[in-house]
């Protein structure tokens, strides 16, 4: 199977080593390969080596060999002593020639005065074969150690097998044990790599392929004291590369190779043997699934890229594979070969022509004038075609000549045989080098004609009748009657529609006549077409004749007076009338539809037909207008839709009122009071209706006959002391709510109540307003019988040419239009019923702004203050003076300053006042209304004297704020994507301010629209617009004034995004 192995369809395979090849490097690949068994070694003494405890406690090499071999071994003109330092081997092992199976003694020698321990010592094989305890009995280690000389001498000694013996003195390692070089496993299988460090501290990685491996399901990582562990789980064809572990900077390396279990083949390939153009599948059955497989074919290999030029496929099912050809050709012809990495097995396929087999021949035929010929013949195969041929010429399809082929068997049908048809025919397979043939006899006849004479005959036949002499049509079909007539001479056909006697051989109802029969049609039956129809037939013989009744059945007419009767809150009732016309057949039922009022889309209310004419369509939305219709339905099929309803709304009484209480009962009234619905709807609310009956009787009287749209309502004219029971009920569209009804009956009396004012609390104060605001004071009181309502002020009825009162039942208005000073005082009310009384008392205070004060003058003056004194105002506007604002103003300007505000003293001190100027003074008055119209001015002045101050500028030097140019912030190097705006910055100070002038390469940027400049407080700005490529390159901004200049300098990169 070599060349199986090296297929790209098996994947990676066990590399088998000869046993000829057995070197450590071939050996290496696959450890677990057998090696080649050597002699058994003679009996000798085991000396184990020289413990680690009996060396000195000092660093030094480390106390235990590693047992894994370096991960690179020297070169191969190099020993492992060669890496030693000088001076330490006193003599080196010496080569040795000896055959196989003899002892054989190597010795070296080491200067332990260079050493600061007792060594490790490590026997090599070769370049990188450790040997050590665990190498067999066929080796024995000897040390030796000269205390005088501090010389020590090692040697091994055993069976030759090949090789010499190297020594290598090792220091400290990171590793104690390493990897193997190589490790083998099974594909789905678990391994472990395990390696044991010296110290446990020390930071360990694995790597795969030089990628470093983190934790996961797939790999465990595992600390057992030293021992570090890596399992990979599930091992897959992926997991086979080359491993490596490192700590700090030394590492071992291993290769792991996944070995896949061989595919058996469980249902081998079978022979076939089959004919052109069949379907051909090879299958072959294996033992696992998803296995690679190669098709081979006469030792060719098949592949997908052959696949489309050469007609086949190939198909995976699980386990099974199929290689499959369409229509197999005699190419296909070979021997097939599957090959797995576990076996192989081989099937032929024979492609073989098709024979074709007459299974009836044709014969010869011998026919009379206007008869028929036909030709059969059968072949085995269905899907062979053939030509017929007369005499050499092939036949070609004409209304007298027919062919023919069905299944396996192939007519030539001549009709009307004439004396030219006869001839030789012939029959020839596409295909096949075969033909059939066969010839046409034709026999001439001659007959003596004698007349026949036959009373004629109506042969009626009414398929779809219902009665006798009867048939049923649906209008728009089209009916056709065809009566066959026999008769000799041949008869005359007369057709009458009732009585009328019908001839017309065009338009939609014809008459159509031919030798044997007489053809009535009607196309798109009517129902004017109802009726019945008589044929007669006559010849010299006699006469015959038959009646057809034709029935025109149809689909009925729209139902009739589609309306809606009620309606509520989802619901409404509709109500039809039958159609007129039912078609013919009776009606079965009908179909509903509704719709909103200005949308095209109906929806069907039953699937059903519904047999009443009255329905109840629920489910709508309240307030939404809609429309309806309805189908009437008969055997034949669904009428045209009724007319539409009119629009109609769904919509429902409200709830009943809430809270139906009386407020007020007189002797031949009672006040009612309610509150709304809780439920209105879409409908709204018109109103309310109000309605009574005496107790016992269950005759309610309408107390209202329009509604009242407010929630009260007296009832006026009942009888006195008669108990009568109340309801209301809300109105609107929808109709009547459910009424809402007084519990208790009333009974109607007056009922007496004290007199009492319920004064409102912002009148128990004084109250106060301004001179023209309007005075208006609503009282309530109460009191029964209605009580008589006084007012007065100060004992004095009111002047009525200024104060307007109006009193109702429960309550009474004081106004005045436009109040003044003189409407302020006491008044008092009183409400009286007979001998009781109810009095209260209102305040009434009617303020206006105060008048300026008096006698402003300057009382004293000394340094820079003044005393200024007044005294109040005469009118003080019906009101307290709350203070005083006074005011100061320079005489040359006359500009007035306030001085002090709210001063309730008649005196103030102005202070601060400015030497050398002349000062007037003013002041207002302050009262609840706010300052006085005008104030009161000083009549002397107050004049601020100089009394030998002299004043002494200070010296002032002004600051020179001049300064050269300086960049607080710097241009920074950018790196910007191509096509995307950028901006430098950067940051200048500089007095008298600075020119700003912005580079590109030591070159000025002018005015270029790629480019915008700014300078905002210093802040420099240049944007460029979508840099390409070529805008990289050095930008510098210089900064010149009076003083110096400054430049600041960056490098721009524009990339190109990849």
């Not at 083998?184 to 044991?196: F, T």
């Not at 011998?366 to 041929?389: L, P």
């Not at 095209?600 to 109840?616: A, C, G, I, P, Q």
Request: aromatic share 8%.
């Amino acid at each position: 199977m070599p060349d199986l192995q090296k297929s790209r369809w098996l994947g990676p395979q066990p590399y088998p080593i000869p046993k000829e090849c057995q070197r450590p490097c071939c050996l290496r690949k696959v450890p677990d390969w057998p090696q080649v068994k050597m002699p058994e070694p003679k009996p000798a003494t085991k000396k184990p080596a020289a413990k680690a405890k009996d060396a000195p406690q000092k660093p030094g090499p480390e106390k235990e060999a590693a047992p894994a071999p370096p991960s690179e071994p020297p070169p191969e003109d190099q020993s492992p002593a060669a890496e030693e330092p000088a001076g330490i081997f006193l003599k080196k092992p010496d080569t040795v020639s000896i055959e196989a199976g003899k002892d054989v003694v190597i010795t070296a020698k080491v200067n332990g005065k260079e050493l600061p321990g007792k060594p490790v010592i490590k026997w090599f094989k070769g370049k990188w074969l450790e040997l050590g305890s665990k190498s067999g009995t066929r080796f024995v280690f000897k040390e030796s150690h000269d205390q005088q000389s501090n010389v020590r001498a090692m040697r091994p000694a055993g069976q030759a097998w090949g090789g010499g013996g190297q020594q290598k003195w090792e220091g400290w390692r990171a590793f104690t044990k390493k990897l193997d070089p190589a490790y083998q496993v099974d594909k789905g299988n678990k391994i472990k790599l395990v390696v044991e460090i010296s110290d446990p501290d020390l930071p360990l990685k694995w790597y795969k392929n030089g990628q470093e491996i983190k934790p996961s399901s797939k790999y465990v990582f595992e600390n057992v004291g030293k021992k570090r562990i890596l399992t990979i789980n599930k091992c897959t064809l992926a997991d086979d590369a080359a491993y490596e572990v490192a700590v700090k900077d030394e590492k071992c390396f291993t290769e792991l190779f996944v070995k896949e279990p061989p595919v058996l083949i469980v249902t081998p390939l079978e022979d076939q043997q089959v004919f052109v153009g069949d379907r051909v599948e090879m299958m072959v059955e294996v033992s696992e699934e998803g296995a690679q497989l190669m098709w081979m074919k006469d030792g060719v290999e098949m592949t997908k890229e052959d696949s489309y030029k050469a007609h086949y496929r190939f198909k995976k099912d699980g386990k099974k594979h199929l290689l499959i050809f369409t229509e197999v050709t005699l190419e296909d012809t070979g021997r097939y070969m599957v090959m797995t990495n576990g076996g192989q097995c081989e099937a032929e396929l024979i492609v073989e022509e098709k024979q074709l087999e007459v299974l009836q021949d044709i014969a010869d035929l011998t026919v009379k004038a206007s008869e028929q010929a036909v030709f059969t013949c059968e072949v085995s195969d269905e899907k062979v075609t053939g030509k017929w041929y007369k005499n050499g010429v092939e036949v070609r399809p004409s209304k007298r000549v027919s062919i023919i082929h069905k299944g396996r068997f192939h007519k030539l049908v001549i009709d009307d045989v004439r004396p030219e048809d006869e001839g030789d025919y012939t029959f020839v397979p596409d295909g096949f080098a075969l033909t059939l043939s066969a010839k046409l006899n034709f026999l001439e006849i001659k007959i003596d004609y004698v007349p026949k004479q036959e009373p004629p005959k109506i042969h009626l036949d009414c398929s779809g009748k219902t009665s006798e002499n009867s048939i049923i049509v649906v209008a728009g079909n089209k009916l056709r009657l065809d009566v066959a007539i026999t008769g000799e001479p041949p008869p005359t056909v007369t057709w009458l529609k009732g009585d009328q006697v019908f001839s017309s051989t065009e338009g939609r109802v014809r008459l159509e006549q031919r030798p044997d029969s007489s053809c009535f049609v009607i196309e798109g039956a009517e129902r004017a077409d109802e009726a019945k129809y008589t044929i007669k037939v006559t010849n010299p013989v006699g006469e015959d004749t038959a009646s057809i009744f034709v029935k025109v059945v149809d689909v009925p007419d729209p139902p009739e007076a589609v309306r809606i009767t009620s309606v509520g809150e989802d619901w409404a009732i509709l109500v039809w009338e039958p159609p007129k016309y039912d078609g013919g057949q009776p009606l079965t039922g009908y179909l509903l539809e509704r719709k909103k009022k200005g949308s095209s889309r109906w929806m069907k209310l039953n699937f059903e037909v519904f047999t009443e004419t009255t329905y109840e369509s629920a489910k709508m939305i309240e307030g939404i207008l809609y429309e309806m219709r309805v189908f009437a339905v008969n055997a034949i099929g669904v009428s045209q839709p009724s007319m539409n309803t009119k629009p109609f709304m769904p919509i429902a009484p409200t709830s009943e009122p809430l809270h139906l209480t009386v407020e007020d009962v007189t002797d031949t009234t009672t006040t009612l009071k309610w509150r709304p619905p809780d439920r209105i709807g879409a409908g709204g609310i018109d109103g309310y209706l109000v309605e009574y009956c005496l107790e016992g009787s269950e005759d309610w009287v309408a107390a209202n006959t329009e509604p009242v749209e407010r929630c009260g309502f007296t009832v006026k004219g009942l009888p006195t002391g008669a108990r009568i029971l109340f309801r209301v009920v809300g109105v609107n569209i929808a109709g009547r709510s459910e009424p809402a009804t007084h519990v208790q009956p009333v009974t109607i009396r007056e009922i007496a109540q004290q007199p009492k004012i319920r004064l409102p609390r912002h009148l128990r104060q004084t109250y106060v307003l301004r001179v023209g605001e309007p005075l208006n004071l609503l009282i309530p009181f109460q009191g029964k019988p209605r009580p008589q309502v006084v007012w007065t002020k100060g004992g004095a009825p009111l002047d009525t040419s200024r104060v307007h009162i109006r009193t109702s039942d429960i309550d009474t208005v004081f106004f005045v239009r436009q109040a003044a000073r003189s409407d302020s005082g006491e008044y008092e009310l009183s409400v009286q019923i007979e001998n009781m009384k109810d009095t209260a008392t209102i305040r009434i205070q009617v303020v206006e702004k105060a008048g300026s004060p008096e006698n402003v003058m300057v009382k004293d003056v000394w340094g820079s203050n003044a005393l200024v004194e007044w005294q109040p105002p005469k009118d003080n506007g019906n009101s307290e003076v709350t203070g005083y604002f006074v005011q100061k103003a320079d005489k040359k300007t006359m500009e007035w300053f306030t001085v002090y505000e709210h001063n309730r003293p008649t005196r103030c001190t102005v202070s601060e006042l400015i030497i050398g100027n002349e000062y007037y003074f003013r002041v207002f008055s302050e009262n609840i209304c706010g300052l006085s119209d005008s104030p009161g001015v000083s009549k002397n002045t107050a004049k601020i004297l100089k009394t030998g101050i002299t004043f002494k500028p200070l010296e002032f030097q002004a600051h020179d704020f001049r300064s050269a140019p300086k960049f607080l912030t710097p241009l920074l190097d950018r790196v910007v994507v191509a096509g995307y705006s950028a901006a430098l910055f950067c940051a200048v100070r500089g007095y008298p301010k600075p020119k700003v002038v912005w580079m590109k390469n030591n070159v000025e940027i002018h005015e270029d629209p790629k480019f915008i400049m700014t300078n905002q407080q210093g802040i420099l700005t240049l944007n460029i617009r979508r840099p390409s490529p070529f805008d990289g390159g050095t930008y510098s901004c210089l900064a010149v004034n009076e003083l110096g200049e400054a430049l600041a300098e960056c490098k721009l990169e524009v990339r190109v995004p990849q």
